[in-house]
């Protein structure tokens, strides 16, 4: 088989290299000049763990190639999948530029029948708006080629996204035609070996599951985060309340973490865009909203912390923030918490020197030298008034305190993630702050 995967982003090229992998021949196409040229020479444009190795693997086996061509792409594919970006519009809704700027250049180049997989996130409709952009350029074209749409949301996570990729607890394809339910189910088979299913459905469904899983996500951290806030002021421990809840197997315990806000590419913008569609269609989404607000609060509630221990004088202050990415293993820093708490450090007249294993470069480039970037995690320490943790990475779990002891100037933790033992803090001298945890005292 022969695909085309149409944006080489986290979702695109692991798409593309993952599919590659079982043997079917990928094109991966991109309009950006650069990432395409450090593809070609087998580099991966983002941080992914073992993606550089895969990529490699199949390009020496001729089984991957990259392009800026859509036409290249798409000649003899049995199938494209547009995986291009839908950030948020203006009104919160998702952009679809984009995506129907794709449909078209598909229907201004295909010369055979192909199924037009719609990967990206797109709103309740979409299917039907890529369909009339390619129809319209056909019937330009006056030709009358037959093609089917489809919809396959996607629902890796980037830090594990090759594994989720292979291993998908379940696959999602929203089909109208049986001969589209036939490419997908032959290119996805190699991937449920495990038993894990292909969920057929109609693409409406399919394009609602994806916002629907995002927002069910998103609502698990706002409402644990809320209790957190509340477990502060009425003296409980979150921790030990998400262990207590978290075993009842109606609940689970996944994603019932509180920390210093969700960020990310997917859960704000799927969340503020499936409210969107909510109001356009005449129905409230009230819990949504209640879940996007909490998050909005709890990105600032690190601030807020700090600024209370230090009376509220943060001027001339230095502070050392571990983690700038909005979640461990990968160096994507949108909508990162990091940022809205370095941009109110900087308000408030404090200095910042920060420390991440792999988001230093794209952090540098989207705010400059507004911070200072350290080598090392214990260098950032040096003469800081404090410690802010703000992302999970591993290697921040067993800090050595006795260096820290003597890098700081004070010797006080602020711990956005929980990740570390309130009583060992306190032990070792540390004045601690977690989230929705009883503040230690050294
Ligand atoms: N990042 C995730 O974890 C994740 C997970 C699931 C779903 N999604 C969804 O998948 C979609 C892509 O997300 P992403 O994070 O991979 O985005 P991204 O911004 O990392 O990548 C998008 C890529 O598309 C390219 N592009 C834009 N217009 C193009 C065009 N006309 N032709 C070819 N390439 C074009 C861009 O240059 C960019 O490289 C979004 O809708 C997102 O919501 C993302």
Request: net charge negative.
């Amino acid at each position: 088989m022969k695909i085309s995967v149409v944006g080489t982003g986290y979702v695109g090229l692991v798409t593309g290299t993952c599919f590659a992998e079982t043997g079917v021949t990928v094109t991966c196409v991109d309009v950006d000049q650069e990432k395409i040229s450090l593809l070609k020479a087998c580099k991966s444009p983002i941080y992914e763990p073992g993606l550089d190795d895969m990529i490699q693997r199949n390009v020496s086996k001729n089984r991957l190639f990259f392009t800026t061509s859509l036409t290249e792409s798409l000649l003899d594919a049995d199938a494209v999948f547009i995986a291009v970006g839908t950030p948020p519009d203006e009104d919160g809704s998702a952009d679809l530029s984009y995506v129907l700027e794709v449909a078209a250049g598909i229907g201004r180049q295909m010369d055979r029948y192909m199924v037009i997989v719609t990967k990206s996130t797109v709103p309740i409709g979409t299917a039907a708006k890529v369909e009339a952009a390619v129809r319209k350029e056909l019937l330009a074209r006056n030709i009358d080629i037959e093609f089917d749409v489809a919809s396959n949301p996607e629902f890796l996570k980037e830090g594990s996204a090759i594994q989720d990729f292979l291993k998908p607890d379940r696959i999602v394809c929203g089909i109208s035609s049986e001969r589209a339910e036939k490419t997908l189910n032959r290119l996805y088979k190699p991937f449920v070996l495990n038993g894990h299913p292909i969920i057929f459905m109609d693409i409406a469904s399919a394009e609602m599951t994806k916002y629907a899983a995002n927002s069910m996500l998103a609502t698990r951290i706002s409402f644990m985060n809320d209790i957190a806030n509340l477990c502060e002021i009425v003296g409980a421990d979150v921790d030990k309340v998400r262990l207590g809840i978290g075993s009842d197997s109606r609940i689970g315990n996944k994603f019932l973490y509180p920390g210093a806000g969700y960020g990310g590419s997917c859960f704000p913008k799927d969340v503020k865009a499936l409210i969107r569609t909510a109001a356009q269609n005449g129905y409230p989404l009230r819990v949504l909203k209640a879940v996007e607000e909490v998050n909005d609060d709890q990105k600032k509630r690190m601030f807020t912390k700090i600024s209370t221990h230090f009376n509220h004088q943060l001027k001339g202050l230095r502070f050392a923030i571990w983690g700038l990415a909005f979640k461990p293993n990968t160096d994507d820093m949108r909508e990162a918490p990091s940022l809205v708490l370095i941009q109110q450090l900087r308000e408030a007249g404090a200095q910042v020197t920060a420390y991440d294993p792999v988001a230093m470069t794209e952090t540098q480039r989207r705010i400059g030298d507004q911070i200072r970037y350290a080598d090392d995690p214990y260098e950032a320490l040096i003469d800081a008034d404090a410690l802010i943790l703000m992302t999970e990475w591993p290697e921040f779990r067993v800090p050595r305190y006795r260096i820290m002891e003597k890098l700081l100037k004070n010797s006080v933790v602020f711990d956005g993630r929980n990740i570390f033992e309130p009583d060992e803090m306190a032990e070792n001298g540390f004045s601690y702050y977690g989230i929705g945890r009883l503040p230690k005292k050294s």
